[in-house]
C-alpha cells in the first residue's frame, strides 16, 4: 500500500486487510499492528481513518452487510419472477464468494465472535433487513400465485438463506472454488425432496 494518496482507496485497503485477517483470526486476536503490518502502513495510518479497533471492525461490519445488501436489493423491486429474482441472488452470491471465500469466514465470525458482541446488533439490525428483502421476495411469489400459499414465507426464506450461506461456508472451509448452479439450488427449494 506504500505510496497511496487517496485516503478512501487507503481506508478501503484496510478495510479489505482486516477482512482478510478476520476469516483466519477472531477478534481478539487481530491487534492493529497486526492490520498495520498487512498493509504495509504504520498504526498511525489506521488511526487517521478510524477512532480505535471498534469503530474499524463496525465500519467493516457495515462494509460487508452493504455488500450483502447491494446484491439483495437490486432483485428486490424487479418485475421478474420469485424464482428468476431468487436464482439472481444466489447467483451473484456465489460468484461473489469464488472472487472472495474469506468474506463469508469473516460475515460468520462476526455472527458469532463474542469479542464482537457490541457489534453484533447493529450487525443483525442490517441482516433483519436483509432477510425481509429476501421474505418479501417470497411474499411477491406467494401473491402472484407462482407460490404455493400455504407456504410460511419466513421459514421458507430462513432455509433459503441457510442454503446459501451452507455453500459458501462448505466452499471455504474446503478451498474447492465449485459452488452448484444457483437454478439448482433454488429449483430444489422450489419442488422440494418429495417423491409426488
Known sequence: MAGRTDPEETKQEILSATLKLLAEHNYSGISMGSIADVCSITKPAIYYHFKNKQDLFRQLALYVMGKINDIVFQYTEQPSSAKERLTGICNDLFRSAEKTPYVVSAYLTMLSDSGMSDLQQEFMEQFKELSDAITGII??????????????????????QSTILGFMEGNFIQKDNRLPEPREVVSLLFSGIENR
Open 139 to 160: 411474499r411477491a411469489g406467494i401473491k402472484t400465485e407462482e407460490l404455493n400459499p400455504d407456504i410460511n414465507p419466513v421459514i421458507v426464506s430462513r432455509i433459503y
